[in-house]
C-alpha cells in the first residue's frame, strides 16, 4: 500500500510538473505573439509616420521654392524637422542634389566623353585622391559601346569577375552602381558621396548631357572642382557670402566674390532635385522613406522604404 500511495505522488508530481511547464509554455507563446503582433503595428504606424513625414517634406518644397527664384540653405526646406507625440517621433531632413556634380552628364548623347564633365570629375578626384582611371572605368560604365577607354574597363573584364556581370551600358539610376564599376573601392565611394549624384538639376530625365550646380547649397569640394580657376580662397568667400545673403543670380558672384565668374558656364542659383529623408518611430520600431524629388512638376524621381 505504501508503494502504491509513493507512486500515485510520484505520478501526480510528475503530471502536475508538465502542466506548469505546458502552461508557461502557453504564456510564453501568448506573449511572443503579443509581442510580434505589437511590433507589427508599431512597424506599420512608423511606417506610416515616415511616409507622412516624406509627403509633408514635398509639400514645403513646392511652398518655398514655387515662388522664390533661388534656393539655399538659409530656406526653410533646410532646417531638420523634427516632431514628437504620444503616438510616436518624426524626423526630417531635405538635401539638395543640385548642389552636386551629375555623374551622368560624363557621356553624352552621342556615346562621347563629356570632356568638360570629365575635367571637373577630375578636380574633385584630385582632391579625394580618386584616380583619373577611374573615370575613364565610370564612361564605359555608363556608354553603350564595347570599346574600352585608357584604363577603363567593358564587359571583358567584367565577365572575368567572380561572379561576372555585365557593364550597365546606360545611364546610372543608384550610386551603389559605382561599387560594381572597375576602380571604385568601399572607401572611395563613400569620399564621393556627399559629392555626387545620377540627377540632374535641369530637364525631366537622367539624359541632361552638363552639369549644373548651384552655389548657394553646393560644397566647398564641388566649387574647387568646377573650375580649376576657383581657388579655396575663393570657394571659402562663395560659402561666407551666401551665409550673409544667399546669391539671387550669377551676376552677384561676379560682384560680390570675382569677376571671373562672368566666363564660367554651368553655375546656377536654384536647384531642382531634392532628397527627402523622413524617420519614424514608434517605440522600439523605427521606418525611413528616402525620396528623390524634381520640384518642377512635383515628380518623385526615387522612394525607398527600409
Not at 70 to 76: G, H, N
Not at 124 to 149: E, F, H, M, R, V
Not at 225 to 241: H, N, T, V, Y
Not at 265 to 271: A, R, W
Amino acid at each position: 500500500m505504501k508503494g502504491e500511495k509513493g507512486f500515485a505522488l510520484v505520478l501526480t508530481l510528475v503530471v502536475t510538473a508538465l502542466m506548469v511547464a505546458a502552461a508557461v509554455e502557453l504564456i510564453h507563446q501568448v506573449y511572443v505573439d503579443t509581442s510580434l503582433s505589437r511590433s507589427f503595428r508599431d512597424g506599420q504606424q512608423a511606417s506610416l509616420l515616415a511616409e507622412s513625414g516624406a509627403d509633408g517634406g514635398r509639400s514645403l518644397l513646392q511652398m518655398v521654392t514655387s515662388g522664390q527664384s533661388y534656393t539655399s540653405l538659409s530656406d526653410k526646406w533646410a532646417v531638420p524637422f523634427k516632431q514628437e507625440d504620444e503616438t510616436g517621433r518624426i524626423e526630417i531632413t531635405i538635401t539638395e542634389e543640385s548642389a552636386k556634380i551629375n555623374l551622368n552628364a560624363l557621356v553624352q548623347a552621342d556615346n562621347s566623353v563629356n570632356q568638360g564633365t570629365m575635367t571637373i570629375l577630375k578636380g574633385l578626384g584630385a582632391q579625394l585622391q580618386i584616380p583619373d582611371s577611374a573615370w575613364n572605368a565610370l564612361a564605359d560604365w555608363i556608354d553603350t559601346d564595347d570599346l574600352p577607354l585608357p584604363g577603363g574597363a567593358e564587359n571583358s573584364y567584367y565577365k572575368t569577375l567572380n561572379p561576372p556581370y555585365s557593364a550597365h551600358n546606360g545611364r546610372m539610376t543608384t550610386l551603389n552602381e559605382l561599387s560594381l564599376v572597375k576602380g571604385f573601392t568601399p572607401d572611395m565611394v563613400a569620399r564621393l558621396g556627399p559629392f555626387v549624384t545620377v540627377y540632374a538639376n535641369q530637364g525631366s530625365s537622367l539624359v541632361a548631357q552638363t552639369v549644373t550646380v548651384n552655389v548657394n547649397t553646393a560644397p566647398k569640394e564641388v566649387l574647387m572642382a568646377f573650375d580649376p580657376r576657383i581657388s579655396a580662397g575663393m570657394a571659402e568667400q562663395i560659402l561666407e557670402q551666401r551665409q550673409l545673403a544667399p546669391f539671387k543670380t550669377i551676376g552677384e558672384l561676379s560682384s560680390r566674390v570675382n569677376p571671373l565668374f562672368t566666363s564660367i558656364t554651368g553655375l546656377t542659383c536654384q536647384g531642382t532635385v531634392f532628397r527627402i529623408t523622413a524617420r519614424g518611430f514608434v517605440k522600439d520600431a523605427a521606418r525611413t522613406v528616402e525620396a528623390v524629388v524634381r520640384t518642377t512638376g512635383n515628380a518623385i524621381l526615387s522612394w525607398q522604404e527600409f
